[in-house]
């Protein structure tokens, strides 16, 4: 068991100190830091109000049987954002009996790595921990050789743009490599009338412990948790593919007040507004759409019996069928 760190609290420090002079507040920062910040990550993902993380280890569990037919055998299992690496240990356990190269865990919290190696410390395989950002991934390949079966799992996909992160991991797969994702999808409810399936998002996303983990970089760097207001919207938002809901967060600052960043500080003043972190929802269709235009090509599609959880295994198109075209590299976040 080895873990590699690609990049040090100190720079996550810096970057965090940028993001904020910005008035951002990347989603990523939620889960790095102190033992704090993890806790609040595994109340929000266990809380009863946000079952989202949990129905889709269900999904994966109940598919794999079928899934696991489609893996070559002695492939290595790569997983980005891997958080505490649940769903791994149960691709782990049907992968070893196929015959399995390695597993590497890449996350961007240290924490977490460790959480997703002490998971599956009793499996018999290699695994190596990288604690990195995915979209470093076109430096972190240089680790692992194909075929591997790559996982972007817990509802991740939905927190990045789309075409950015699908033209990314395209770019990096090989024929002979499998991609693995899963997402939480728009409701029938909501894609019929606007406003009841709004309600139902908005009062997922604004419970007491979703808004309690928004806020915990700040408050772990001194920020005081009355000092703001938490706005959530979620709303329909144009794209290459149509109309897209998204959740829009911000935190509106009431006080001046100041951030302490490592050895650094950031003021932040009355009225000031910081951008957070966003995910998408999608229907089936858009998902899958989103896949094809991207390049990938299906092969195996699974969806929760309540018709809200998505689990896709895809791999690269043949050249010329749905190649990425457009998608193009956006900014990292
Ligand atoms: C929503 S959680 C999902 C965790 C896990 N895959 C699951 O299914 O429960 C997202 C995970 O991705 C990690 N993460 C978020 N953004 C990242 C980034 N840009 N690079 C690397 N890891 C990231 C977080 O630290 C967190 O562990």
Known sequence: MKKIELITRNELETRFKECLQQRRMPDYFLYIGEQRGNKSWHNVNSCKELPICAQLTDLLRQSLPSLVDSFPRNLSLVSIGVGRGEKERLLLEALLKRGL???YAVDISSRMIDEALRAVADLKVDKVGLVAFLEDLPLLRQYWSPPILLCLLGNTFCNFDPNYILALIWGQLEESDLLLLDCHLLSDQMEESNDPGQEQIERIY???PTMRFSINPLVQRGFDTDNCVFH????PVETDIGLVYKTNKQLQVLKNTTISCGQDTVSLSSGDVIQLGFTY???RQQAEEYL????????QTFLSSDGENLLLLVRKGQEGQGSPGKASLGEKD
């Open 206 to 208: 604004r419970t007491e």
């Open 101 to 103: 190269s390695r597993y």
């Open 292 to 299: 094809r235009r991207n390049g990938f090509e299906k092969l």
């Open 281 to 283: 929802k999608y229907t």
């Open 232 to 235: 959530l919207e979620f709303r």
